[in-house]
Protein backbone atom coordinates (compact mmCIF):
# COMPACT_ATOMS: atom_id res chain seq x y z
CA UNK A 1 0.00 0.00 0.00
CA UNK A 2 2.79 2.33 0.73
CA UNK A 3 4.90 1.41 -2.44
CA UNK A 4 1.58 2.06 -3.72
CA UNK A 5 0.93 5.86 -2.58
CA UNK A 6 4.36 6.65 -3.29
CA UNK A 7 4.81 6.04 -6.83
CA UNK A 8 1.06 7.95 -6.70
CA UNK A 9 3.25 10.85 -5.48
CA UNK A 10 6.24 10.18 -7.48
CA UNK A 11 3.57 10.40 -10.27
CA UNK A 12 1.91 13.42 -9.06
CA UNK A 13 5.34 15.23 -8.33
CA UNK A 14 6.31 14.87 -12.12
CA UNK A 15 3.05 16.12 -13.57
CA UNK A 16 3.42 18.97 -11.32
CA UNK A 17 7.28 19.44 -11.71
CA UNK A 18 6.88 19.20 -15.70
CA UNK A 19 4.80 22.55 -16.44
CA UNK A 20 6.26 24.08 -13.24
CA UNK A 21 9.81 24.30 -14.28
CA UNK A 22 8.66 25.32 -18.16
CA UNK A 23 7.16 27.70 -16.67
CA UNK A 24 10.04 29.36 -14.45
CA UNK A 25 12.32 28.57 -17.31
CA UNK A 26 10.20 31.06 -19.34
CA UNK A 27 10.11 33.58 -15.98
CA UNK A 28 14.48 33.77 -16.28
CA UNK A 29 13.91 33.82 -19.64
CA UNK A 30 12.09 36.83 -19.31
CA UNK A 31 14.25 38.30 -16.71
CA UNK A 32 17.38 37.38 -18.94
CA UNK A 33 16.29 39.27 -21.95
CA UNK A 34 15.54 42.41 -19.65
CA UNK A 35 19.11 42.85 -18.30
CA UNK A 36 20.32 41.66 -21.48
CA UNK A 37 18.65 44.36 -23.57
CA UNK A 38 19.54 46.92 -20.59
CA UNK A 39 23.44 45.81 -21.07
CA UNK A 40 23.04 46.45 -24.99
CA UNK A 41 21.77 50.05 -24.45
CA UNK A 42 24.72 50.60 -22.06
CA UNK A 43 27.38 49.39 -23.76
CA UNK A 44 26.26 49.91 -27.23
CA UNK A 45 26.69 53.76 -27.12
CA UNK A 46 27.34 53.88 -30.82
CA UNK A 47 23.24 52.61 -31.29
CA UNK A 48 22.15 55.20 -28.83
CA UNK A 49 24.85 58.45 -30.45
CA UNK A 50 24.30 58.20 -34.42
CA UNK A 51 26.24 60.06 -36.83
CA UNK A 52 26.63 63.61 -35.46
CA UNK A 53 24.78 65.86 -37.04
CA UNK A 54 25.04 69.02 -34.43
CA UNK A 55 27.94 70.84 -35.16
CA UNK A 56 29.94 69.89 -31.46
CA UNK A 57 31.48 66.84 -31.86
CA UNK A 58 31.55 66.41 -28.27
CA UNK A 59 29.28 63.72 -25.96
CA UNK A 60 26.83 65.06 -23.71
CA UNK A 61 26.99 63.71 -20.24
CA UNK A 62 25.22 60.22 -19.51
CA UNK A 63 22.63 61.98 -17.06
CA UNK A 64 21.61 64.47 -19.73
CA UNK A 65 21.72 62.48 -22.88
CA UNK A 66 22.51 58.99 -23.06
CA UNK A 67 20.90 57.73 -19.83
CA UNK A 68 17.60 58.99 -21.34
CA UNK A 69 18.35 57.17 -24.56
CA UNK A 70 18.70 53.99 -22.70
CA UNK A 71 14.87 54.26 -21.28
CA UNK A 72 14.06 54.83 -25.61
CA UNK A 73 15.87 52.11 -26.95
CA UNK A 74 15.05 49.89 -24.00
CA UNK A 75 11.32 50.46 -24.88
CA UNK A 76 11.53 50.31 -28.28
CA UNK A 77 13.85 47.09 -28.00
CA UNK A 78 12.53 44.78 -25.22
CA UNK A 79 8.76 44.33 -26.69
CA UNK A 80 10.25 42.89 -29.85
CA UNK A 81 12.88 40.55 -28.10
CA UNK A 82 10.19 39.24 -25.64
CA UNK A 83 7.74 38.76 -28.75
CA UNK A 84 10.65 36.47 -30.79
CA UNK A 85 11.40 34.64 -27.26
CA UNK A 86 7.56 33.79 -26.95
CA UNK A 87 7.41 32.49 -30.34
CA UNK A 88 10.21 30.25 -29.83
CA UNK A 89 8.25 28.43 -26.83
CA UNK A 90 5.24 28.32 -28.68
CA UNK A 91 6.90 26.65 -31.09
CA UNK A 92 8.15 24.09 -29.17
CA UNK A 93 4.90 23.78 -28.21
CA UNK A 94 3.71 22.42 -31.26
CA UNK A 95 6.46 20.39 -31.95
CA UNK A 96 6.14 18.85 -28.36
CA UNK A 97 1.89 18.58 -29.50
CA UNK A 98 3.65 16.55 -32.92
CA UNK A 99 5.33 13.74 -30.29
CA UNK A 100 2.19 13.40 -28.16
CA UNK A 101 0.65 12.86 -31.95
CA UNK A 102 2.89 10.75 -33.19
CA UNK A 103 3.72 8.78 -29.91
CA UNK A 104 0.72 8.16 -27.26
CA UNK A 105 3.00 6.98 -24.51
CA UNK A 106 4.39 10.00 -24.29
CA UNK A 107 0.88 12.00 -24.20
CA UNK A 108 0.48 12.59 -20.52
CA UNK A 109 3.72 14.25 -20.20
CA UNK A 110 3.31 16.15 -23.47
CA UNK A 111 0.50 17.43 -22.50
CA UNK A 112 1.74 18.51 -19.00
CA UNK A 113 4.34 20.37 -21.26
CA UNK A 114 2.24 21.86 -23.72
CA UNK A 115 0.72 23.69 -20.80
CA UNK A 116 3.48 24.96 -19.19
CA UNK A 117 4.86 26.04 -22.73
CA UNK A 118 2.05 28.01 -23.31
CA UNK A 119 1.71 29.42 -19.56
CA UNK A 120 5.84 30.21 -19.90
CA UNK A 121 5.43 31.93 -23.00
CA UNK A 122 2.66 33.95 -22.29
CA UNK A 123 4.33 34.88 -18.56
CA UNK A 124 7.54 36.41 -20.40
CA UNK A 125 5.33 39.32 -21.92
CA UNK A 126 4.01 40.40 -17.85
CA UNK A 127 7.14 39.57 -16.07
CA UNK A 128 9.08 41.46 -18.90
CA UNK A 129 7.19 44.40 -18.78
CA UNK A 130 7.08 44.31 -14.58
CA UNK A 131 11.17 43.93 -14.21
CA UNK A 132 11.23 46.67 -17.25
CA UNK A 133 9.04 48.71 -15.53
CA UNK A 134 11.12 48.44 -12.15
CA UNK A 135 14.98 48.54 -13.64
CA UNK A 136 13.59 52.15 -16.03
CA UNK A 137 12.32 53.68 -12.45
CA UNK A 138 15.33 52.85 -10.90
CA UNK A 139 17.61 54.25 -13.74
CA UNK A 140 15.05 57.29 -14.04
CA UNK A 141 16.06 57.86 -10.19
CA UNK A 142 19.46 57.71 -10.41
CA UNK A 143 19.81 59.70 -13.36
CA UNK A 144 17.85 62.64 -11.95
CA UNK A 145 19.93 62.32 -8.65
CA UNK A 146 23.05 62.20 -11.06
CA UNK A 147 21.85 64.66 -13.33
CA UNK A 148 21.11 67.54 -10.24
CA UNK A 149 24.38 67.04 -8.64
CA UNK A 150 26.01 67.87 -12.05
CA UNK A 151 23.82 70.79 -12.08
CA UNK A 152 25.56 72.00 -8.77
CA UNK A 153 28.53 70.79 -9.91
CA UNK A 154 28.26 73.12 -13.09
CA UNK A 155 26.89 75.75 -11.00
CA UNK A 156 29.87 76.32 -8.89
CA UNK A 157 32.38 75.79 -11.81
CA UNK A 158 30.56 78.61 -13.73
CA UNK A 159 30.63 80.96 -11.31
CA UNK A 160 34.47 80.67 -10.75
CA UNK A 161 35.42 80.21 -14.69
CA UNK A 162 33.49 83.72 -14.77
CA UNK A 163 35.56 85.73 -12.81
CA UNK A 164 38.32 83.56 -13.94
CA UNK A 165 37.39 85.01 -16.97
CA UNK A 166 36.81 88.90 -16.25
CA UNK A 167 40.01 88.47 -14.58
CA UNK A 168 41.84 86.60 -17.54
CA UNK A 169 40.50 87.64 -20.74
CA UNK A 170 41.63 89.61 -23.33
CA UNK A 171 39.77 91.25 -26.41
CA UNK A 172 41.88 89.96 -29.47
CA UNK A 173 41.03 89.96 -33.48
CA UNK A 174 42.19 87.32 -35.84
CA UNK A 175 45.65 88.27 -37.39
CA UNK A 176 44.23 86.22 -40.24
CA UNK A 177 41.08 87.83 -40.94
CA UNK A 178 40.39 90.47 -38.25
CA UNK A 179 37.98 89.02 -37.11
CA UNK A 180 37.15 89.78 -33.28
CA UNK A 181 37.20 86.13 -31.44
CA UNK A 182 35.61 85.50 -28.61
CA UNK A 183 35.81 81.70 -28.25
CA UNK A 184 38.65 79.67 -30.34
CA UNK A 185 37.83 76.63 -31.96
CA UNK A 186 39.70 73.89 -30.42
CA UNK A 187 41.50 71.12 -31.98
CA UNK A 188 41.07 67.47 -30.54
CA UNK A 189 44.62 66.25 -30.62
CA UNK A 190 44.31 62.73 -31.43
CA UNK A 191 41.53 63.05 -34.63
CA UNK A 192 41.90 66.54 -35.42
CA UNK A 193 38.11 67.23 -34.48
CA UNK A 194 36.93 71.05 -33.83
CA UNK A 195 35.61 71.45 -30.89
CA UNK A 196 33.14 75.12 -30.92
CA UNK A 197 32.67 75.36 -27.31
CA UNK A 198 35.26 73.45 -25.37
CA UNK A 199 33.66 75.15 -21.89
CA UNK A 200 31.95 73.73 -18.77
CA UNK A 201 28.56 72.99 -19.82
CA UNK A 202 26.29 69.85 -20.07
CA UNK A 203 28.56 68.08 -22.74
CA UNK A 204 31.03 68.14 -19.54
CA UNK A 205 32.33 69.99 -16.84
CA UNK A 206 35.99 69.41 -16.67
CA UNK A 207 36.26 67.72 -20.31
CA UNK A 208 34.52 66.91 -23.01
CA UNK A 209 34.51 63.76 -24.84
CA UNK A 210 35.44 63.75 -28.07
CA UNK A 211 32.64 62.08 -29.93
CA UNK A 212 34.72 60.18 -33.05
CA UNK A 213 38.02 59.59 -30.31
CA UNK A 214 36.97 59.24 -27.08
CA UNK A 215 39.39 61.59 -25.86
CA UNK A 216 38.82 63.59 -23.20
CA UNK A 217 39.55 67.35 -23.82
CA UNK A 218 40.23 69.97 -20.64
CA UNK A 219 37.71 72.57 -20.73
CA UNK A 220 39.47 74.83 -18.85
CA UNK A 221 42.90 77.00 -19.62
CA UNK A 222 44.23 75.80 -16.15
CA UNK A 223 43.80 71.89 -17.06
CA UNK A 224 45.31 72.03 -20.18
CA UNK A 225 43.44 73.35 -22.53
CA UNK A 226 45.55 76.13 -23.17
CA UNK A 227 47.64 73.22 -24.37
CA UNK A 228 45.23 72.18 -27.33
CA UNK A 229 45.28 73.58 -31.14
CA UNK A 230 43.17 76.64 -31.64
CA UNK A 231 41.40 78.01 -34.75
CA UNK A 232 40.10 81.13 -35.68
CA UNK A 233 36.45 80.20 -35.59
CA UNK A 234 35.79 82.85 -38.85
CA UNK A 235 38.53 81.79 -41.15
CA UNK A 236 39.71 78.68 -39.38
CA UNK A 237 43.58 79.70 -39.62
CA UNK A 238 45.25 78.07 -37.06
CA UNK A 239 46.35 80.45 -33.92
CA UNK A 240 49.76 80.10 -32.32
CA UNK A 241 49.49 79.26 -28.60
CA UNK A 242 50.36 82.75 -27.70
CA UNK A 243 47.72 84.65 -29.57
CA UNK A 244 44.46 86.14 -27.11
CA UNK A 245 46.84 85.98 -23.69
CA UNK A 246 47.71 89.01 -23.40
CA UNK A 247 45.70 92.53 -24.03
CA UNK A 248 46.69 92.92 -27.70
CA UNK A 249 48.18 96.45 -29.12
CA UNK A 250 47.99 97.43 -32.98
CA UNK A 251 49.76 99.37 -34.64
CA UNK A 252 49.93 100.17 -38.30
CA UNK A 253 52.00 101.04 -40.85
CA UNK A 254 51.44 103.84 -43.37
CA UNK A 255 53.61 104.89 -46.08
CA UNK A 256 53.98 105.03 -50.03
CA UNK A 257 55.45 102.48 -52.18
CA UNK A 258 59.12 102.54 -51.42
CA UNK A 259 58.99 104.93 -48.09
CA UNK A 260 60.94 102.27 -46.18
CA UNK A 261 58.33 100.87 -44.31
CA UNK A 262 59.56 97.26 -44.16
CA UNK A 263 62.81 98.08 -43.47
CA UNK A 264 61.96 100.61 -41.20
CA UNK A 265 59.64 97.90 -39.13
CA UNK A 266 62.67 95.01 -39.23
CA UNK A 267 65.34 96.99 -37.78
CA UNK A 268 62.83 98.63 -35.33
CA UNK A 269 61.74 95.08 -34.03
CA UNK A 270 65.44 94.40 -33.80
CA UNK A 271 66.47 96.76 -32.16
CA UNK A 272 63.27 96.96 -29.58
CA UNK A 273 64.46 92.89 -29.00
CA UNK A 274 67.71 94.25 -28.23
CA UNK A 275 66.91 97.00 -25.90
CA UNK A 276 64.38 94.50 -23.74
CA UNK A 277 66.24 91.31 -23.96
CA UNK A 278 66.39 91.20 -20.50
CA UNK A 279 62.44 90.61 -20.44
CA UNK A 280 60.79 87.88 -18.89
CA UNK A 281 59.01 87.17 -22.88
CA UNK A 282 59.64 89.38 -25.77
CA UNK A 283 59.37 87.46 -29.48
CA UNK A 284 57.33 86.24 -31.79
CA UNK A 285 54.49 84.28 -31.26
CA UNK A 286 55.20 82.68 -34.48
CA UNK A 287 57.94 80.94 -35.60
CA UNK A 288 57.53 81.01 -39.47
CA UNK A 289 57.63 84.58 -38.61
CA UNK A 290 60.75 84.72 -36.72
CA UNK A 291 62.73 82.81 -39.35
CA UNK A 292 61.09 85.13 -41.58
CA UNK A 293 62.23 87.87 -39.25
CA UNK A 294 65.94 86.68 -38.83
CA UNK A 295 66.41 86.57 -42.68
CA UNK A 296 65.42 90.08 -43.11
CA UNK A 297 67.50 91.23 -40.44
CA UNK A 298 70.11 89.53 -42.21
CA UNK A 299 69.29 90.85 -45.33
CA UNK A 300 69.82 94.25 -44.38
CA UNK A 301 73.14 94.09 -42.25
CA UNK A 302 74.40 92.31 -45.50
CA UNK A 303 73.38 95.32 -47.89
CA UNK A 304 71.15 93.60 -49.44
CA UNK A 305 67.96 94.79 -50.84
CA UNK A 306 64.67 93.22 -48.81
CA UNK A 307 61.92 91.68 -50.70
CA UNK A 308 58.53 93.63 -50.93
CA UNK A 309 55.77 93.08 -49.51
CA UNK A 310 52.96 91.65 -51.39
CA UNK A 311 50.13 91.16 -49.99
CA UNK A 312 47.31 93.26 -50.16
CA UNK A 313 46.00 91.83 -46.54
CA UNK A 314 48.45 92.34 -44.19
CA UNK A 315 48.97 89.57 -41.76
CA UNK A 316 50.47 91.70 -38.53
CA UNK A 317 54.12 90.63 -37.29
CA UNK A 318 52.95 89.45 -33.73
CA UNK A 319 55.26 89.93 -30.78
CA UNK A 320 54.43 88.45 -27.29
CA UNK A 321 55.91 90.92 -24.99
CA UNK A 322 56.16 90.37 -21.01
CA UNK A 323 58.51 92.73 -18.87
CA UNK A 324 58.47 90.32 -16.06
CA UNK A 325 56.87 86.52 -15.17
CA UNK A 326 54.57 88.85 -12.67
CA UNK A 327 54.15 91.71 -15.08
CA UNK A 328 50.73 91.57 -17.65
CA UNK A 329 51.78 90.31 -21.21
CA UNK A 330 50.97 92.12 -24.61
CA UNK A 331 50.48 91.30 -27.78
CA UNK A 332 52.13 93.71 -30.10
CA UNK A 333 50.08 93.39 -33.63
CA UNK A 334 52.66 95.65 -36.37
CA UNK A 335 50.86 95.47 -39.83
CA UNK A 336 52.56 96.37 -42.80
CA UNK A 337 50.77 96.78 -45.79
CA UNK A 338 51.78 97.14 -49.25
CA UNK A 339 52.44 100.80 -50.60
CA UNK A 340 49.61 100.13 -53.51
CA UNK A 341 47.08 100.31 -50.69
CA UNK A 342 47.44 103.84 -49.89
CA UNK A 343 47.48 105.30 -53.82
CA UNK A 344 44.64 102.01 -54.75
CA UNK A 345 40.86 103.02 -53.49
CA UNK A 346 39.69 98.93 -54.23
CA UNK A 347 42.66 97.76 -51.63
CA UNK A 348 40.67 100.31 -48.57
CA UNK A 349 38.06 98.34 -47.50
CA UNK A 350 39.78 95.37 -46.63
CA UNK A 351 42.21 96.93 -43.66
CA UNK A 352 39.64 96.07 -41.32
CA UNK A 353 42.19 96.26 -38.55
CA UNK A 354 41.82 99.93 -38.56
CA UNK A 355 38.79 99.30 -36.08
CA UNK A 356 41.28 98.45 -33.63
CA UNK A 357 44.87 100.64 -34.53
CA UNK A 358 46.05 102.38 -31.02
CA UNK A 359 49.00 103.64 -33.19
CA UNK A 360 49.67 104.55 -36.61
CA UNK A 361 53.76 105.23 -38.03
CA UNK A 362 53.58 106.77 -41.51
CA UNK A 363 56.53 106.47 -42.60
CA UNK A 364 57.87 109.19 -45.33
CA UNK A 365 60.85 108.87 -47.19
CA UNK A 366 63.28 111.98 -46.92
CA UNK A 367 65.19 111.39 -49.80
CA UNK A 368 61.77 111.00 -52.36
CA UNK A 369 60.46 114.58 -50.73
CA UNK A 370 63.72 116.62 -50.93
CA UNK A 371 63.36 115.58 -54.81
CA UNK A 372 59.60 116.89 -54.90
CA UNK A 373 58.15 113.84 -54.39
CA UNK A 374 55.46 115.22 -51.62
CA UNK A 375 52.45 113.73 -53.96
CA UNK A 376 52.51 109.91 -53.21
CA UNK A 377 53.24 110.97 -49.21
CA UNK A 378 50.11 113.07 -49.50
CA UNK A 379 48.08 110.09 -51.28
CA UNK A 380 49.07 108.05 -48.63
CA UNK A 381 47.82 110.47 -45.74
CA UNK A 382 44.70 111.37 -47.36
CA UNK A 383 44.03 107.38 -47.87
CA UNK A 384 44.68 106.91 -43.86
CA UNK A 385 42.34 109.49 -43.01
CA UNK A 386 39.95 107.64 -45.40
CA UNK A 387 40.59 104.37 -43.53
CA UNK A 388 40.24 105.94 -40.00
CA UNK A 389 36.63 107.49 -41.17
CA UNK A 390 35.65 104.17 -42.33
CA UNK A 391 36.85 101.93 -39.94
CA UNK A 392 37.59 104.25 -36.94
CA UNK A 393 34.83 106.86 -37.39
CA UNK A 394 34.64 110.58 -36.23
CA UNK A 395 34.14 111.15 -32.71
CA UNK A 396 31.51 113.89 -32.15
CA UNK A 397 33.97 116.92 -33.50
CA UNK A 398 36.59 115.48 -30.73
CA UNK A 399 40.00 114.38 -32.59
CA UNK A 400 41.34 110.84 -32.62
CA UNK A 401 42.98 109.34 -29.53
CA UNK A 402 45.28 107.07 -32.22
CA UNK A 403 48.80 108.11 -32.00
CA UNK A 404 50.54 108.87 -35.13
CA UNK A 405 54.19 109.01 -35.26
CA UNK A 406 55.81 110.47 -38.54
CA UNK A 407 58.94 109.17 -39.18
CA UNK A 408 60.97 110.75 -41.74
CA UNK A 409 63.16 107.80 -42.84
CA UNK A 410 66.65 107.35 -45.17
CA UNK A 411 67.70 110.70 -42.97
CA UNK A 412 71.09 109.65 -43.31
CA UNK A 413 71.58 111.10 -46.76
CA UNK A 414 74.77 114.00 -46.31
CA UNK A 415 72.52 116.79 -47.92
CA UNK A 416 70.04 115.92 -45.29
CA UNK A 417 72.47 116.58 -42.09
CA UNK A 418 72.09 120.45 -42.32
CA UNK A 419 68.58 119.72 -41.46
CA UNK A 420 67.85 116.56 -39.69
CA UNK A 421 71.81 115.41 -38.75
CA UNK A 422 72.80 115.07 -35.07
CA UNK A 423 74.71 118.99 -35.54
CA UNK A 424 71.45 120.56 -36.27
CA UNK A 425 70.03 119.02 -33.11
CA UNK A 426 72.41 120.30 -30.99
CA UNK A 427 72.42 124.01 -32.38
CA UNK A 428 68.98 123.41 -32.40
CA UNK A 429 68.95 122.58 -28.12
CA UNK A 430 71.37 125.64 -27.62
CA UNK A 431 69.21 128.55 -29.57
CA UNK A 432 65.80 127.18 -28.70
CA UNK A 433 64.83 126.69 -24.83
CA UNK A 434 61.92 124.43 -25.59
CA UNK A 435 64.35 121.75 -26.99
CA UNK A 436 65.20 120.73 -24.11
CA UNK A 437 66.26 116.97 -25.26
CA UNK A 438 67.34 115.22 -28.15
CA UNK A 439 64.21 113.83 -28.81
CA UNK A 440 62.02 117.28 -28.60
CA UNK A 441 64.77 118.86 -30.94
CA UNK A 442 64.58 115.77 -33.50
CA UNK A 443 60.14 116.21 -32.97
CA UNK A 444 61.30 120.03 -33.96
CA UNK A 445 63.24 119.49 -36.69
CA UNK A 446 61.78 117.00 -38.49
CA UNK A 447 58.14 118.58 -38.69
CA UNK A 448 59.98 122.21 -39.64
CA UNK A 449 61.86 119.57 -42.23
CA UNK A 450 58.01 117.85 -43.79
CA UNK A 451 56.80 121.87 -44.08
CA UNK A 452 59.76 123.20 -45.58
CA UNK A 453 59.28 120.51 -48.22
CA UNK A 454 55.76 120.99 -48.60
CA UNK A 455 54.40 119.10 -46.01
CA UNK A 456 52.92 121.84 -43.88
CA UNK A 457 49.33 121.43 -45.06
CA UNK A 458 49.40 117.92 -43.91
CA UNK A 459 51.35 118.52 -40.44
CA UNK A 460 48.58 120.70 -39.85
CA UNK A 461 45.47 118.64 -40.76
CA UNK A 462 47.19 115.74 -38.72
CA UNK A 463 47.43 117.96 -35.83
CA UNK A 464 44.31 118.85 -36.08
CA UNK A 465 42.59 115.79 -36.67
CA UNK A 466 45.21 113.89 -34.17
CA UNK A 467 45.43 114.36 -30.72
CA UNK A 468 48.97 112.85 -30.08
CA UNK A 469 51.54 113.43 -33.25
CA UNK A 470 54.93 113.15 -32.90
CA UNK A 471 57.42 113.59 -35.51
CA UNK A 472 60.56 111.37 -36.19
CA UNK A 473 63.70 111.16 -38.24
CA UNK A 474 65.93 108.15 -38.67
CA UNK A 475 68.41 106.68 -40.83
CA UNK A 476 67.04 103.30 -41.25
CA UNK A 477 67.94 102.72 -44.70
CA UNK A 478 68.69 99.18 -46.26
CA UNK A 479 72.29 98.42 -46.08
CA UNK A 480 73.40 100.44 -43.20
CA UNK A 481 75.46 99.09 -40.96
CA UNK A 482 73.90 98.88 -37.58
CA UNK A 483 75.34 101.19 -34.82
CA UNK A 484 73.94 102.01 -31.16
CA UNK A 485 73.23 105.34 -32.17
CA UNK A 486 71.42 104.17 -35.20
CA UNK A 487 69.33 101.36 -33.46
CA UNK A 488 68.26 103.79 -30.86
CA UNK A 489 66.53 106.36 -33.22
CA UNK A 490 65.01 103.42 -35.15
CA UNK A 491 63.24 102.21 -32.26
CA UNK A 492 62.04 105.82 -31.04
CA UNK A 493 58.69 106.01 -32.98
CA UNK A 494 57.60 102.26 -32.10
CA UNK A 495 58.80 102.92 -28.22
CA UNK A 496 56.86 105.94 -28.22
CA UNK A 497 53.68 104.21 -29.85
CA UNK A 498 53.87 101.61 -27.57
CA UNK A 499 54.39 103.77 -24.17
CA UNK A 500 51.29 105.56 -25.63
CA UNK A 501 49.32 102.42 -25.81
CA UNK A 502 50.67 101.59 -22.33
CA UNK A 503 52.76 98.54 -24.03
CA UNK A 504 55.68 99.37 -22.33
CA UNK A 505 56.21 101.79 -19.25
CA UNK A 506 56.87 105.51 -20.42
ZN1 LIG B 1 38.97 63.36 -31.13
ZN1 LIG C 1 40.43 84.46 -38.83
Redesign the pocket.
Known amino acids: MERFLFIIECIAAVLVAVPFLIVVGGVCRALMLVIWTFYDALVEEEALYPVPIVVEPARKMFAFDGGWRVIGYVTQLLPARVHESALNWLEAYETVQYAAWSRPWLAPFAWLAMLGLQIAARIQYVIAALAALLFVAIHALILTVWAFALLLALGLVLPLRFCWNVLHYYFFP?P????P?ARPVHVCPTCRAKHTRLRPDLYGILTHRCRSCRHLLPTLDMLGRKRLGRL?P????SLSGAIGRGASVHIALVGASAAGKTSYIVQAMGALSEKYREWYRLGFTDQEQEKHFKQAIDQLRHGRAMATVTTTVPVPYVLHMQPSRLSASRLIYLYDPIGKTFTNSEYMSRQEYYRYTHGVLLCIDASALVSGGELPVMQAYEHMMELFEIFAGLRGGRRYRQAIAVVVTKANQPQLSDELGSAARMTLMQQDASAISQGEAMHQLARAFLCAHGLDNVARDLESHFEHVRYFSCEALEGSTEKDGVALSVLEPLEWLLAHARAIPR
Do not use: A, K
Not at 234 to 237: N, T
Open positions: CYCYQICSCEH
